[in-house]
T-cell receptor, first 113, second 111 residues
């Protein structure tokens, strides 16, 4: 079956703009995770969903970041008033139940000019 | 704080040889999972091997095996019979849901 998909693969925006990043998990996976990977570093946990609810959002850096998963499948990571420091690859992963192996998408590379 | 340390930023190995990547971590939890992920230039994170912290036996997966020392909080990855396709970034990670990753080791397999 299809793996985790993320759109867009690349996003360039200007400082101060609003962006949305989308993640389509593997069908049937109940848990969904967002990570941020800055250049030369490992992924950094942002938030994870169990079903529709955010079970742990302790990794969100500030209130400019928000994520939703309204129907328990697709998730959208929203970033308001983007800053240059938000530039990174945003990775999404999903798993069947927790804790369990997380399957990663290819990521969205966000560049804030 | 939960942290993961990979002390080898870069390593290289000759094809068909064996290489070991090191990883240490710090946590106050007693039950957790440990993982090694591979990230080639395509950016896709691929699970290499996983280990449940409550299991004494070290996990193996074909050419990949781990040396898990729970008391020392050490979780190294051994790659036997290295292949050119093993060239990638390797990340050690642990956790239950909110996984913590190390900074990675760039492994190059030389022909």
């Amino acid at each position: 079956g299809a793996g985790v998909s993320q759109t867009p693969s690349n996003k360039v925006t200007e400082k101060g703009k609003y962006v949305e990043l989308r993640c389509d998990p593997i069908s049937g996976h109940t848990a969904l995770y967002w990570y941020r990977q800055s250049l030369g570093q490992g992924p950094e946990f942002l938030i994870y969903f169990q079903g529709t609810g955010a079970a742990d959002d302790s990794g969100l850096p500030n209130d400019r970041f928000f994520a939703v998963r309204p129907e328990g499948s697709v998730s959208t990571l929203k970033i308001q008033r983007t800053e240059r420091g938000d530039s990174a690859v945003y990775l999404c992963a999903s798993s069947f139940g927790t804790p369990n192996e997380q399957f990663f998408g290819p990521g969205t590379r966000l560049t804030v000019l | 704080a939960q942290t993961v340390t990979q002390s080898q930023p870069e390593m290289s190995v000759q094809e068909a040889e064996t290489v070991t990547l090191s990883c240490t971590y710090d946590t106050s939890e007693s039950n957790y999972y440990l993982f090694w992920y591979k990230q080639p230039p395509s950016r896709q994170m691929i699970l290499v091997i996983r280990q449940e912290a409550y299991k004494q036996q070290n996990a193996t997966e074909n050419r990949f095996s781990v040396n898990f020392q729970k008391a020392a909080k050490s979780f190294s990855l051994k790659i036997s019979d290295s292949q050119l396709g093993d060239t990638a970034m390797y990340f050690c990670a642990f956790g239950n849901n909110d996984m913590r990753f190390g900074a990675g080791t760039r492994l190059t397999v030389k022909p």
